[in-house]
């Protein structure tokens, strides 16, 4: 028993330096490796408790896709532009740490204080071991007594999805086109997603649909459309 | 072994069911229709609200059934946050009619999208409503401002909505965060996320006079100030005028009420029904937020031009009023007025706060801006659509016969009951303030000159959409006697 | 705890990772010299017989090179990042069973590094981590063009896992398990279809799976004609540029490595692993994974590289909706009793 406390407190140490990295670090980049340091030790620490699942899915869940998502903002973002991570007028920090400060002796007092009850639930692991393990038995769960959060999820995610197709989906082509050859940025390298950096109302009118690019240091010309471009349409749709 | 599913009993989630089968018709029709004939979707979405509606009487909420092991709850306090929900998304798609097909908005506004979200929004709110246990409330209440802040950035080529929505959403996920922390903490302490479970842990260890432990006091701040950020209360109100001044017109008709409903309905599940035992405590945090947030509110009210954001911070203060009936709470008797008289102010608040954002899109439809010049002279040029803003106006202010001036009476009436004399009188106060602001509206559409281009514009639904909110003001008012005692039963749910 | 086991595990684990860092090397060999063959060349054959000593030629010259950092580098960054590519590429094949046990000295020893109930999970989750040794690589070489290869690896990636991760579903659904040990124990069953016997490999419950694993593993591994991010012709090797000398050979191990791995994966998944005509045994599961590794090579000499919208709209329009009908399907199967074993 000892040896798994003490890796415990090795796991947990090593997740809290991480974390505490993540608020340090300048780079936003380096936060968000210090973030993935701290979620693997966490994923690790499920694993003592013999949460082989629960570890899984957090790390292809939360290292694998969403800081990979926030890395890839990061490197779309153009580093000059991020804000300032340690400024604010000196009163506005102080405060933020005194009521930071107020929070962690509150939650200390709560931990150092705290008295956990409630019965142990059905699950005892002889129970998870007889269903054929803890992948089994959650599913078990999932699917009976959380049959209604588990499709209210469903629905929560939908309707996100439905917002943020709307929101990133390009425009027209007709309209993409506009904006364009007013931008003269494409992402990746690649003929179809236009980079809008910049509020498209803020931006010159276009000169009578002629492609030139203006100055500045992103002037990438690109084609018209992906047929331009080359020969082939994409995968999936027809040819216009 | 064979899994058991569970059997749910279907019939008492017809009205959220109904909701969710018109989200897919539009969602399916969107694929199907092209762009240009999609303008009857919105007829379709306001049939299915309509269907859902009428689909509440079919169940019988008194007797305050549940399934799915009681994490979904038939009973009163549902049927009237569903009731508000429906009508308030009923009127803001009325006022929304035109605009979205419009063209105000640069670049235009995708209208499938737009209702299916909307309706999202709605869903969520009765979930949370409806809902048995804290996953329930969490996932409603994030269905339904989920789908808001994605309506606030819907004129995307604006960069003030997108602005909006950017705080809104930003802040929003921090609420979420610190909100599902105190869940923890519940669950920790109490080995529950069932709200009755909880009550009764509770109960257990708050007994004699011993001080409350500090990890309850944790989670009872964690959950408020997530909760308090949901319905925008001072100092978690930063999201709020940002928001309501860069969202479109309806939308921010739209949510200045029903995620405030969710976001209540959720405080009154959880302090009210899960934490009771632990009301000595958060009474008086309750009560100061109010208060503050009344106070806050309707002064800085005083100092907008922009009509939008004008109403923004008159919701804030709107917020101090229903936080101030909940802080009426005593005790879970049927004679307790408290989360009756919040529900009604909430069901009033939509009739007062979606018609005033309505008058403003009707404004905006014909070429003017949102400011309080663009309502010079309103009466000379439109008297019916000058006599519905000051109708809303002096609803919102309190003034009787109207249905504002009975929410803030039956407010008052329940404060009194509890001993709150002090914030009583604070409503009194505050709204004799808010009067300055209010009726400055009124006063620039009578006695200014017009001044301006005028477009004129055809707008059939949003027209007797502002009919409806405007008689509903005086007939609501009138007669309010129903409605309330519909609300007061929200007692016998939570016992 | 049980100490003993943990050290066999772990001096399997080291067994194993020295095994596939040989083969790697070879499997360069055997990539330059099948190109060679398809584009009617001769490959390298000087170094030793038939050339086999140069693998270990091309080690000793990437060691002896100058390792550089360009100085506008993210230094921390750029040092460990191909490290980490390098390090978790060989995890994934802890979990393939290389048999079921043996009795050595006297001890009953399991030819699988572990068995556990996630392994098929934790295939994927390894390789989701993978892909940081190439974004944080690509980032921190502060060059445009590995900031593309890196910004592209990454959408690819994300991409194509999901198409991986989904294919696989259809099999957890008819095994029950997630375990590979399990998996490979249903498909040593016999499967009697009118009289004729055959072994229940996935690869004939599954076929569409098994087509969408084969294209989401190549793409997942980078490799052409998926091998975008580090497309020659438009991007200059992109998150790999300004790498050289021996933190270069990390990545290029780091490929192979994925790829011997995948096609262990595959070949326990799909066709049996160890199960086999007249004796099983480890001998299959290597002429299987064998299979796999041609492919890999003949996709190559073949196939011109896609084009970076053909690649996302392959993964999302034709692959993520073909996963899901195939694992509709199979549930439905599964339910009604015909698939049930």
Known sequence: MAIEVLIFYLLAGVAIAAAAGVVLARNPVHSAVSLVLSFINVAAIYVVLRAEFLAVAQIIVYTGAIIVLVLFVLMLVQQQDLPEFHGGRPLRRAVGFLLGLALLAEVAAAILTRSLRGAPGSWTPEAVAAVGGNIQAIGRELYSAYMLPIQATALLLLAATIGALFLARPELVEERLAVARRLFTISLAHPRGVDTLQPVAELPAPQDGQLKPAGGDRSLVMARTAEEFTEQPAWGESRR | ?495 | MDWEALIVSYLLGFVLLNILLVLMAYMTWFERRLVAFFQDRIGPNRTGPFGLLQPIADGVKLISKEDIVPANADRLIFLVAPLLSFVLAPLGALVVPFGDSITLFGRQINLYVIDINVATLYFLAVGSMGVYGIILGGYASGNRYSLLGALRSTAQVISYELVLGLSLVGIFILTGSLSLVEILRAQQRTLILGGLELPNWFILSQPLAFVLFLIAAVAETNRAPFDLPEAETELIAGYFTEYSGFRFSFYFLAEYINMIVVSLIAATLFLGGIDGPFIDGIWWLVAKAFIFLFFYVWLRATLPRFRYDQLMGLAWKVLLPLALINIGVTGLVRLWGIGAL
């Open chain 2, 1 to 495: 072994m064979p899994v058991q599913l569970v059997a749910p009993d279907w019939s008492l989630l017809v009205p959220p069911l109904v909701v969710l089968g018109t989200i897919l018709v539009l969602l399916a029709a969107d694929l199907v229709l092209p762009r240009e004939r999609q303008a009857g979707l919105t007829v379709v979405a306001l049939l299915g609200l309509a269907v859902s509606l009428v689909s509440l009487l079919a169940i019988d909420w008194t007797a305050g059934a549940s399934t799915f092991g009681g994490m979904y709850r038939a009973d009163s306090f549902s049927l009237f946050v569903s009731l508000v929900a429906l009508v308030a998304g009923i009127l803001s798609i009325l006022v929304s009619a035109g605009y979205v097909e419009s063209g105000i908005e640069p670049g235009g506004m995708a209208l499938a999208e737009y209702l299916s979200l909307l309706l999202f929004s709605v869903l969520g709110t009765m979930l949370v409503g409806a809902a048995g246990d804290l996953l329930m409330i969490f996932l409603g209440i994030e269905m339904s401002s989920l789908a808001v802040y994605a309506l606030t950035a819907f004129a995307r080529r604006r960069l003030t909505s997108i602005e909006g929505a950017l705080k809104y959403f930003l802040l929003g996920a921090f609420a979420t965060a610190i909100f599902l922390y105190g869940i923890a903490w519940v669950y920790g302490l109490t080995g529950s996320i069932m709200l009755d479970d909880i009550a009764g842990a509770l109960r257990d260890i708050v007994q004699g006079d011993a001080p409350v432990e500090a990890s309850l006091l944790l989670a009872l701040l964690l959950l408020a100030v997530g909760l308090g950020f949901k319905v925008a209360a001072v100092p978690f109100h930063m999201w709020t005028p940002d928001a309501y001044q860069g969202a479109p017109t309806p939308v921010s008709a739209y949510m200045s009420v029903v995620p405030k409903v969710a976001g209540f309905a959720a405080m009154a599940r959880v302090l009210v029904q899960g934490l009771s035992p632990l009301s000595e405590q958060w009474l008086l945090l309750i009560a100061i937020l109010a208060f503050i947030t009344m106070v806050y509110g309707n002064v800085v009210a005083i100092a907008q031009r922009d009509v939008k954001r004008m109403l923004g911070y008159s919701s804030i203060g709107h917020t101090g009023y229903m936080l101030a009936g909940l802080a009426a709470f005593t005790s879970l008797q049927p004679g307790d007025r408290s989360v009756g008289s919040m529900l009604f102010y909430l069901f009033a608040y939509a009739f007062m706060n979606i018609g005033a954002f309505g008058v403003v899109a009707w404004l905006q439809e014909r070429g003017q801006g949102v400011d309080l010049e663009d309502f010079q002279g309103l009466a000379a040029r439109s008297p019916l659509a000058a006599i519905a803003m000051t109708i809303f106006m002096l609803s919102l202010m309190g003034m009787p016969p109207l249905i504002g001036f009975y929410a803030k009476y039956y407010v008052i009436l329940a404060l009194i009951e509890a001993g709150l004399l002090w914030l009583a009188v604070a409503i009194v106060i505050m709204s004799a303030v808010s009067a300055f602001f209010y009726l400055r509206v009124v006063a620039v559409m009578y006695f200014n000159e017009p001044a301006g281009a005028w477009q004129p514009a055809r707008t059939p639904l949003l027209g007797a959409g502002l009919a409806v909110m405007a008689l509903g003001n005086l007939a609501l008012g009138l007669f309010s006697g129903p409605v309330l005692d519909l609300a007061q039963r929200w007692a016998l749910a939570f016992a």
